[in-house]
C-alpha cells in the first residue's frame, strides 16, 4: 500500500471537487438566499443528498454516466473520457455528496449580510450582479470559506457514492476511505487504524479552521 500516494490522491480529489461546486453553489446559495415562487422545492432537491443513501447516489451516477448510458457514450466518442470507474467519477461522487453541506453554509452567510447595506448599494448604481460580487459576497466571505472547508472535508471522508461508480482501484481510484475498508476486509486492522488517524488527524484541522473561521465571523457581525 502506497500510503503517501493514497493520501495526496485523497487532497487532490478533494480539492478539485471543491472547486467544481465553487461557482454553482456559490449562484445557487445567491438565489436561495432570496424569496421567489418555487424555493422550497429547490431547497428540498439540494438537500436531497443529505438524506438518502451514498451508495443510491453512486448508483444514479453509474446509470447516468456509465459507458452504456447515452452521456457516457456522448463524453467517450466526443471527448475521449472515460467517467466511470476512473479518477473523473471520484471527484463527481466527491461533488454531488458535499454539495448540499457548500450551499447551505453560503445561503446562510449571505442570509445573515444587512439587507440595507445591499440597499446603499444598489441605490449607488450597482446592478444585482456587481452588488453581489463586490458587496454581498465579500462582507459574508467568512461563512462562504468556512462552507468551502466543510465541503472539503465531506469529500476527504466520501465513501458510498465512490466505491459504487468508481471502485476500489488501488493506484486509480482509491481514497484513504476506499483504502480503509479495503485493509479492514483483509484484516490489517494496523493499517486500517493508520489510515483512520490520518484520516481523522486531516477532518480535525478543517473542523477546526471552520469554527475558528465563524467564530470571527460572529465576533464581525456583533461590531
Same mark, same amino acid.
Given at each position: 500500500?502506497?500510503?503517501?500516494?493514497? $493520501?495526496?490522491?485523497?487532497?487532490?480529489?478533494?480539492? !478539485?471537487?471543491?472547486?467544481?461546486?465553487?461557482?454553482?453553489?456559490?449562484?445557487?446559495?445567491?438565489?436561495? %438566499?432570496?424569496?421567489?415562487?418555487?424555493?422550497?422545492?429547490?431547497?428540498?432537491?439540494?438537500?436531497?443528498?443529505?438524506?438518502?443513501?451514498?451508495?443510491?447516489?453512486?448508483?444514479?451516477?453509474? $446509470?447516468?454516466?456509465?459507458?452504456?448510458?447515452?452521456?457516457?457514450?456522448?463524453?467517450?466518442?466526443?471527448?475521449?473520457?472515460?467517467?466511470?470507474?476512473?479518477?473523473?467519477? /471520484?471527484?463527481?461522487? #466527491?461533488?454531488?455528496?458535499?454539495?448540499?453541506?457548500? /450551499? @447551505?453554509?453560503?445561503? %446562510?452567510?449571505?442570509?445573515?449580510? &444587512?439587507?440595507?447595506?445591499?440597499?446603499?448599494?444598489?441605490?449607488?448604481?450597482?446592478?444585482?450582479?456587481? #452588488?453581489? =460580487?463586490?458587496?454581498?459576497?465579500?462582507?459574508?466571505? @467568512?461563512?462562504?470559506?468556512?462552507?468551502?472547508?466543510?465541503?472539503?472535508?465531506?469529500?476527504?471522508?466520501?465513501?458510498? !457514492?465512490?466505491?459504487? =461508480?468508481?471502485?476500489?482501484?488501488?493506484?486509480?481510484?482509491?481514497?484513504?476511505?476506499?483504502?480503509?475498508?479495503?485493509? $479492514?476486509?483483509?484484516?490489517?486492522?494496523?493499517?486500517?487504524?493508520?489510515?483512520?488517524?490520518?484520516?481523522?488527524?486531516?477532518? =480535525?484541522?478543517?473542523?477546526?479552521?471552520?469554527?475558528?473561521?465563524?467564530?470571527?465571523? &460572529? @465576533?464581525?457581525?456583533?461590531?
Amino acid at each position: 500500500m502506497d500510503l503517501w500516494r493514497i $493520501i495526496s490522491f485523497t487532497l487532490e480529489v478533494a480539492l !478539485a471537487s471543491t472547486a467544481i461546486i465553487l461557482l454553482p453553489g456559490l449562484l445557487l446559495s445567491w438565489a436561495l %438566499s432570496k424569496s421567489w415562487p418555487g424555493k422550497a422545492v429547490i431547497e428540498a432537491l439540494v438537500s436531497v443528498p443529505l438524506v438518502i443513501p451514498p451508495t443510491a447516489i453512486g448508483l444514479v451516477l453509474l $446509470i447516468a454516466l456509465g459507458p452504456v448510458s447515452p452521456v457516457g457514450r456522448w463524453l467517450h466518442e466526443t471527448l475521449g473520457w472515460e467517467v466511470a470507474f476512473t479518477w473523473r467519477a /471520484v471527484v463527481l461522487s #466527491c461533488a454531488v455528496v458535499s454539495f448540499p453541506l457548500f /450551499v @447551505r453554509q453560503a445561503r %446562510s452567510a449571505l442570509e445573515e449580510v &444587512d439587507p440595507a447595506i445591499l440597499g446603499v448599494a444598489r441605490t449607488l448604481g450597482r446592478g444585482p450582479v456587481a #452588488c453581489f =460580487v463586490q458587496v454581498h459576497a465579500p462582507l459574508a466571505w @467568512r461563512g462562504i470559506l468556512a462552507g468551502l472547508v466543510l465541503a472539503f472535508t465531506r469529500a476527504l471522508g466520501e465513501f458510498g !457514492a465512490t466505491i459504487v =461508480v468508481a471502485g476500489n482501484i488501488p493506484g486509480q481510484t482509491q481514497t484513504l476511505a476506499l483504502a480503509l475498508f479495503q485493509q $479492514i476486509q483483509v484484516g490489517r486492522e494496523w493499517e486500517a487504524m493508520k489510515l483512520a488517524a490520518i484520516s481523522t488527524l486531516i477532518a =480535525v484541522i478543517a473542523l477546526a479552521w471552520v469554527e475558528l473561521l465563524t467564530r470571527s465571523r &460572529d @465576533r464581525a457581525m456583533s461590531r
